[in-house]
């Protein structure tokens, strides 16, 4: 049964669905591979359809232009029995089940959720693409995020702006946590900030490995400061954000 978990996001009670997903949709109409397959077997204990968020369960209009098709938005949950290929999880269920989609992990009494904007694959328009995946870190049932997930507070002009307003939320949550809560980010400002910031690490991480395999004391030392100008991008970057 949906249970107190997602309360603070005053989800219509005329939405619940509140059904199982069985595994077998997923080895029947995904392409998984043996790695794939384990993943579901041992990582996943259940799949559970929450919410649908479609015109007959709540006043919101569907969206449909030349690249993207919005009809309804899922709520879906995947419990799970450890913390293991969640990315792949998470890419293998919005594909397979081709609607945006609000899909949040639950191990124990934490959670976790993930969101992506699709777009139609204008070759096999049964498929979708998917833009790039967001996701929050491991949060408590009463974190603040819960709050910025009321959708009372969104916008039903239709169910693009309604998820692109759950994206912008997870988003911003994101970026506050580095941030500041002080701080007034927009969606695309957040997520900007965090792609850059990513980048960034990345640069950092590559360069310490690197670094440690570096015999050429004038090299280390350029490394260094290499390395000590991306944090300072980084520092810069994070205080300008606001």
């Not at 997903?21 to 259940?46: P, Q």
């Not at 994101?174 to 007034?184: F, I, P, R, Y």
């Not at 990513?198 to 004038?218: S, Y």
Request: glycine share 2%; with cysteine.
């Amino acid at each position: 049964m949906v249970g107190d978990f997602y309360r603070y996001m005053n989800i219509p009670l005329s939405c619940k669905v509140d059904k199982t997903v069985f595994k077998k949709l997923f080895y029947e109409n995904a392409n998984l591979s043996t790695a794939d397959k384990s993943l579901f077997t041992d990582i996943i204990d259940k799949v559970t359809w929450l919410y649908c968020l479609k015109p007959e369960t709540i006043n919101v209009q569907p969206f449909k232009d030349d690249i993207r098709d919005y009809p309804e938005i899922e709520v879906i949950e995947v419990v799970l029995t450890t913390e293991k290929g969640l990315k792949r999880i998470a890419e293998i269920v919005m594909r397979t089940i081709p609607y945006p989609m609000l899909l949040i992990f639950r191990l124990e009494d934490r959670l976790q959720f993930w969101v992506a904007h699709q777009r139609t694959n204008l070759n096999d328009s049964s498929k979708n693409t998917i833009d790039e995946m967001i996701c929050s870190d491991w949060v408590s049932p009463d974190d603040a995020l819960m709050d910025t997930l009321d959708i009372r507070a969104m916008r039903f002009i239709n169910y693009f702006t309604l998820y692109s307003d759950i994206v912008d939320a997870i988003s911003i949550y994101n970026a506050k946590a580095l941030v500041g809560e002080e701080s007034e980010l927009s969606g695309e400002a957040a997520r900007k900030m965090l792609a850059a910031v990513k980048e960034i690490n990345r640069q950092i991480v590559a360069l310490r490995a690197g670094l440690k395999k570096e015999t050429q004391f004038n090299r280390k030392l350029e490394i260094n400061i290499q390395i000590k100008k991306l944090e300072q991008q980084k520092c810069k970057l994070l205080g300008g954000a606001v």
